[in-house]
């Protein structure tokens, strides 16, 4: 199936066209996997940055600094400004074991990577 872009998700991704060189197509099938695969990894930071668990933090925050870091993979060929980039912070915060910097920065910008990942999975299904 032959997807094309409407001119809006044109000029907002555009500058993830020029990274894949205005390949439409490609972008449209890697929305398809971001759509699928973005929701389990949001839903593991969500339960990572909300359990307290003194026993196992270092290895929670590990698993979340990983997920991170899965999860910014995945969007950057969409974007690289906020808030993708703030989640180098995140993945930081955690590989280093500061559960409340992780925390705060997931707080900052789970709600506009949501969005983000709205607006991508729109690619695959037209709004």
């Avoid at 990983?66 to 400004?81: C, N, V, Y």
């Avoid at 590989?95 to 920065?105: L, S, Y």
Wanted: charge should be negative; hydrophobic fraction near 40%; include cysteine.
């Amino acid at each position: 199936m032959t997807y094309s872009l409407t001119e809006m998700q044109q000029r907002r991704f555009a500058d993830a066209l020029k990274r894949i060189d205005g390949d439409a197509e490609l972008l449209v099938t890697m929305a398809e996997i971001v759509s699928e695969d973005s929701v389990e990894v949001i839903a593991e930071l969500d339960q990572a940055v909300s359990e307290v668990d003194p026993e196992n933090v270092d290895r929670r925050l590990q698993q979340a600094a990983d997920a991170g870091h899965s999860l910014k993979g995945m969007l950057s060929t969409f974007e690289t400004g906020f808030p993708v980039d703030t989640l180098q912070r995140f993945i930081t915060a955690a590989r280093e074991g500061d559960r409340q910097v992780a925390i705060e920065t997931w707080i900052q910008c789970r709600e506009p990577i949501q969005a983000l990942t709205v607006e991508i999975s729109q690619l695959v299904r037209p709004a």
